[in-house]
């Protein structure tokens, strides 16, 4: 008894026949008849659309490894060197890129798709409109392929960036984008600061000469003038900063007393930033301004201090009130004098003075006359005679 197998393709897929588990055919879309007496033909569909989201698979280019003329006609095929890029265009639109040895087919179709490779042994800086491209895509595919194909790195106004290729600097880089090719190699940027930058040191607690604890906090002003140089001398040159003026700052409290540190904080900036300004030189950087932001004492000193404070107020008080109480004692001394040879003028003081009473008198009663009040109320003249 004879049987006949019919096998179907739909659209836009392929059929690999195979027959006693070995492959035999690529059968194309459509319907398929073999006579299979025992049962031996066995047909696995495979998409086939023509698209870069749909890759040959391996097990479909082994097999076209081993049986070129079933799959010349039917896939494209592409494949890198060991320093190649692979740029895959769809409808001459850049859609994905592929890695330096690797390899891989695509099915051909209505659409067309082109491989276009680019050598990366010697430059790994991506063109410009290229690598504006990749950091702009917005497919997510390319989006995706970019992440892991390229290394971005901007360097903004006032900073300067250093290339390092596989841990040895390649080149200094200047303000704007850079893209590379990560492929092969180890890229790293290190970006440093050459803008004025502001430091607080917080003061640990530190001894003066007279043995008083307390802590001083600074504020410093500092910059990166040599970029090329800290690079190659300093791990963090912000820690080294810190740190050296955190010593400069121990070194010089220790060596004065509570009442000269508090007497002129001048000193003290201006004899660490001598200290720490002479060091950091020869590392490329430079100490603008150091100022003591905080002098922070114990709570015994700051009420010790408080009585200190208000004593010297009262003595400053007391010898003001003296110096007054004496320059008004000398000005009656000088117009008792005037007064003493001038009984005119000494009429006139009467006077004045009897005006200033009355000023304050609601009411006056008058005897005699205003001869007797201007005669009798007031005899400083004739009293003093009589002493």
């Known amino acids: 008894m004879l049987f006949k197998t019919k096998f179907i393709t739909p659209e836009a897929h392929r059929g690999l026949l195979f027959k006693d588990e070995q492959f035999v055919a690529l059968l194309d879309t459509g319907v398929h008849e073999f006579w299979d007496l025992k049962n031996q033909y066995k047909v696995q569909q495979v998409a086939a659309t023509s698209a870069t989201n749909n890759p040959v698979s391996e097990q479909v280019l082994n097999l076209a490894d081993a049986y070129p003329e079933h799959f010349a006609e039917q896939i494209q095929r592409w494949e890198t060197g060991e320093h190649e890029v692979g740029l895959v265009y769809q409808d001459k639109v850049l859609k994905d890129i592929k890695a330096p040895a690797q390899r891989g087919a695509y099915w051909r179709g209505q659409r067309a798709i082109e491989v276009r490779k680019i050598n990366i042994a010697e430059e790994m800086r991506v063109p410009k409109a290229l690598a504006s491209q990749l950091v702009t895509a917005k497919d997510a595919t390319l989006r995706s392929a970019a992440q892991a194909a390229i290394v971005t790195s901007t360097v903004s106004e006032g900073f300067v960036g250093f290339l390092e290729v596989d841990g040895v600097q390649q080149e200094v880089l200047k303000t704007g984008v850079h893209v590379w090719w990560q492929f092969n190699h180890a890229i790293k940027v290190l970006q440093l600061d050459t803008r004025l930058q502001n430091m607080e040191v917080n003061g640990q607690e530190i001894l003066t000469k007279d043995r008083v604890g307390l802590r001083i906090n600074l504020s410093a002003l500092w910059q990166i003038t040599d970029a090329q140089l800290v690079k190659s001398t300093l791990l963090d040159p912000k820690d080294y900063l810190y740190r050296e003026l955190q010593l400069a700052l121990r070194a010089v409290v220790s060596t ?118 201007m005669n009798d109320l007031v005899k400083l003249t004739d009293r003093s005679n009589s002493y």
Do not use: C, F, W
């Not at 905080?294 to 208000?310: N, Y």
């Open 256 to 373: 004065q007393t509570l009442d000269e540190l508090l007497a002129d904080k001048n000193l003290l900036n201006q004899t660490i930033q001598s200290l720490v300004a002479e060091k950091i030189t020869a590392y490329g950087l430079e100490l603008k301004t150091v100022g003591a932001r905080d002098i922070i004492l114990p709570g015994e000193m700051k009420a010790i201090l408080a009585q200190v404070v208000e004593a010297e107020k009262k003595s400053e008080a007391n010898l003001i009130r003296r110096r007054e109480e004496t320059q008004e004692t000398r000005s009656l001394h000088n117009t008792a004098k005037v007064m003493e040879g001038n009984p005119v003028l000494l009429r006139l003081k009467e006077l004045e003075i009897l005006e200033k009473i009355t000023g304050r008198v609601q009411h006056l009663n008058v005897y005699g006359g205003l001869d007797s009040v």
